[in-house]
């Protein structure tokens, strides 16, 4: 059985750090593209962050390019996401899933869900205003 688990969310001041986990069981994440995305109830999903399976190549999107960094441990088989100098607006609901695409356009860096794959049940990261 696939499961993929987050952790690491909580209520953090602005200016704060937090470090979110994807823990994977059932798959190797070293296969797999993997994003993180954030939700805000009644917004669109937002792709943060991806990082590729085959080669390590990652991806992040503008609004939290040099403040949020994605990287993975092959012996944990656990894909990270510090993320540093937290905004109120980076509140929401942050999901990892497996086989986000993810690429670079003229307008900047894409990270898109997965149109088959699997998500976390995700972690709520909390930044007051």
């Known amino acids: 059985q696939v499961q993929l688990v987050e952790s690491g969310g909580g209520l953090v001041q602005p200016g704060g750090s937090l470090r979110l986990s994807c823990v994977a069981s059932?798959?190797?994440?070293?296969?797999?593209?993997i994003g993180w995305f954030r939700q805000v109830p009644g917004k669109e999903r937002e792709g943060v962050s991806c990082?590729?399976?085959?080669?390590?190549?990652?991806y992040t999107v503008d609004s939290v390019k040099g403040r949020f960094t994605i990287s993975r441990d092959t012996d944990k088989n656990t894909v990270y996401l510090q993320m540093n100098s937290l905004k109120p607006e980076d509140t929401g609901v942050y999901y990892c899933?497996?086989?986000?695409?993810?690429?670079?356009?003229?307008?900047?860096?894409?990270?898109?869900?997965?149109?088959?794959?699997?998500w976390g049940q995700g972690t709520q990261v909390t930044v007051p205003s």
């Open positions: 990082i590729s399976g085959s080669d390590g190549v990652t």
């Open positions: 899933a497996t086989n986000s695409d993810c690429y670079v356009t003229a307008l900047g860096t894409v990270v898109a869900p997965p149109k088959a794959g699997y």
């Open positions: 059932g798959i190797n994440l070293d296969y797999y593209q």
